[in-house]
Each structure stands twice: as C-alpha cells, then as structure tokens.
Antibody, heavy 119, light 110 residues
C-alpha cells in the first residue's frame, strides 16, 4: 500500500524559510515523479512543483519559481520542498503526491501539512 | 482565475445523474493533453477518480465516468449517493509548462 507522510509545516513569519518533507513507502520511490500541490484555506488546488524520478528534472509554478526548491533523496525515499522568502499568500495545506507522470495523474496523496505565513 | 473552468456548484437528488464540466483551451485540453478528475471529501486529501480522460483506478465505482471532447472534459456521476457529496477538481497540463487544475466544483446531494 502506497503511503505518503508529509511533515515540517508550521507557523513562520514573512520572508522566513521552511523545509517540508514527504516520506514515501509501499512503492519503488525512484521510479516515479513526485509532485507538491497546495490548497489555501477555503480555496482550490494549486500545483506547486514536480520532480522526475532521478531528481535531474524539476518543474515549478511561476508563483514559486526562484523561491522554492524541490528535491528528493531516493536512498531515504523522501521528497523535499525547501521554501524561502515566504509570503502570506503561501499559506496553505501542502500535499505531496505520487505521479503516473509529472504532467498527468497524481495517483496517491499524503494527508497534507499546514504552512501558515504570518507576522 | 483558474486556467480550467468548472462550475462552482452542482446538485442532484440521490439516484440521479449529474455532470461536471471542465473547460480549457487550445493550450491545454485542446492541445491533446489528458484530463484527470479528483474527489476531495470534506477535511481529507484529494483522491484520484479518473485518469487519462476516462480511466478509473482500481476501486473507483463505475458510477463515475469521464469523457473529453475538443477543449472540454466532463465527469458524470450516476446513481448519486449521499457519500458522493464532495469537491471535484479536473486537472490537465498546459503548454506554458505548468500542471493546471480547475477551480473545483462542490457537489451537493439534496
């Protein structure tokens, strides 16, 4: 059974940094692209970033490009999202998801971790 | 403003059939990119419902079906049940090098 467990969320001040982690199990992690999707309170889903199975290819939404960095450690079956220069509009629940392909279906999702950016 | 347009809400009585539309453009759905549908029950993470326009993952009832034509896609739910009350999102890829979601549709079962 695929399991994805996010961690690292919390309350931070504007312009601060935070790193999210997503521990994966139940599948061969290195074979799959992975994605971060966020959902602001009461709002819809927003794609944030994706990374290929090897980690060589990364993709970002314009809203986070230059501020967020996606990475993975295939030896630890863990996905990361390093977030810097955080803004109030980054406040959201952040989900990690396993991809069928990075442009296609996200077939398993974690439970999410809440990031709140506020002074 | 989402790249993919969905109606904010739809409703139906138990046992009825409802459809949810997802309208894109020539740079996403119309360019041939596949459409996915997700169901998000209240307070939970999204769940994949339909992938590659019309395919159901294992465990998804055949009451749920998807279709795509031109620059639009649709999700149909037949035999509506109270437990189907949720938010539904479509998703595709845009040639601007971005994965895109619809704004979501809240389904109310009357």
């Amino acid at each position: 059974e695929v399991q994805l467990l996010e961690s690292g969320g919390g309350l931070v001040q504007p312009e601060e940094s935070l790193r999210l982690s997503c521990a994966a199990s139940g599948f061969i992690f290195s074979r799959y692209a992975m994605t971060w999707v966020r959902q602001a309170p009461g709002k819809g889903l927003e794609w944030v970033s994706a990374i290929g199975g090897s980690g060589a290819n990364t993709y970002y939404a314009d809203s986070v490009k230059g501020r967020f960095t996606i990475s993975r450690d295939n030896s630890k079956n863990t996905l990361y999202l390093q977030m810097s220069s955080l803004r109030a509009e980054d406040t959201a629940v952040y989900y990690c998801a396993k991809d069928r392909s990075w442009v296609g279906a996200k077939d398993s999702w974690g439970q999410g971790t809440l990031v709140t950016v506020s002074s | 403003q989402s790249v993919l347009t969905q109606p904010p809400s739809v409703s139906g009585a138990p046992g009825q059939r409802v459809t949810i539309s997802c309208t894109g453009s020539s740079s996403n759905i119309g360019a041939g990119y596949d459409v996915q549908w997700y169901q998000q029950l209240p307070g939970t993470a999204p769940k994949l419902l339909i992938y590659d326009n019309s395919n159901r993952p294992s465990g998804v009832p055949d009451r749920f079906s998807g279709s795509k034509s031109g620059t639009s896609a649709s999700l149909a739910i037949t035999g509506l049940q109270v437990d189907d009350e949720a938010d539904y999102y479509c998703q595709s890829y845009d040639s601007s090098l971005s994965v895109v979601f619809g704004g979501g549709t809240k389904l109310t079962v009357l």
